[in-house]
């Protein structure tokens, strides 16, 4: 069990948008620590995809957008590539017990 | 262009303890602004922390593994490690270091990932 949630599966056609939720609770992302997400191909490592809730790494095409509200946050994926296909992980952190960086169960991204 | 390479064995038996090194190219683990960490992923399933450790040596361990895993740092050859003992069947994951950016207030986030390396605990 995940301490924050996230949907096992999304799917969408090429050149659709498609929204991944991550949702938390006030002592990760209520709390404001900010979301971040990876991506990770099959087979490859994580790859940071947004941090900061909003924030792009040099590289990440502007497709990729974030968003924060609450306890929960959200990845946009707007014109949807077959290369699109992969898991993706929120991230945040967690002061509940100690100091814990805390992962979504991850979602994975089908292109139809 | 930073690189990270964990190395270890990738067979541990029952109840031995399991050790990685992750080297750090192109940057500094002793650097402030940045930190250090580990995290892992079993077989077909999500992403779990395991530790932080910052060059002020503040560490931080995940509560479910704190009382067998050590993180720590050589900075004279630009490296930290892992150790988790007693291991179990349950431990076999792939195993990655990370770096850590400290930029963002409130935003605790890995920009670097290593490649990953298979342990599998076995007898």
């Known amino acids: 069990q995940s301490v924050l949630t996230q949907p096992p599966s999304v799917s969408g056609a090429p050149g659709q948008r498609v929204t991944i939720s991550c949702t938390g609770s006030?002592?990760?992302?209520?709390?404001?620590?900010?979301v971040h997400w990876y991506q990770q191909l099959p087979g490859t490592a994580p790859k940071l995809l947004i941090y900061g809730n909003i924030n792009r790494p040099s590289g990440i095409p502007d497709r990729f957008s974030g968003s924060k509200s609450g306890t929960s946050a959200s990845l946009a994926i707007a014109g949807l590539q077959a290369e699109d296909e992969a898991t993706y992980y929120c991230?945040?952190?967690?002061?509940?017990?100690?100091?814990?960086?805390?992962f979504g169960g991850g979602t994975k991204l089908t292109v139809l | 262009q930073l690189q990270l390479q964990e190395s270890g064995p990738g067979l541990v038996k029952p109840s031995e303890t399991l050790s990685l090194t992750c080297t750090v190219s192109g940057g500094s683990v002793s650097s402030s602004n940045n930190y250090w960490a580990w995290i892992r992923q079993p077989p077909g399933k999500g992403l779990e922390w395991i530790g932080s450790?910052?060059?002020?040596?503040?560490?931080y361990y995940n509560p479910s593994l704190k009382s067998r895993v050590t993180i720590s740092l050589d900075t004279s050859k630009n490296q930290f490690s892992l150790k988790l003992s007693s291991v179990t069947a349950a431990d076999t994951a792939v195993f990655y270091c990370?770096?850590?950016?400290?930029?963002?207030?409130?935003?605790?986030?890995?920009?670097?990932w290593g490649q990953g390396t298979l342990v599998t605990v076995s007898s």
């Open positions: 450790f910052y060059h002020s040596g503040n560490t």
């Open positions: 006030s002592s990760n992302i209520g709390a404001g620590f900010d």
């Open positions: 991230q945040s952190f967690d002061n509940s017990l100690s100091a814990n960086w805390v």
């Open positions: 990370a770096r850590g950016d400290t930029a963002l207030v409130s935003s605790y986030y890995f920009d670097s």
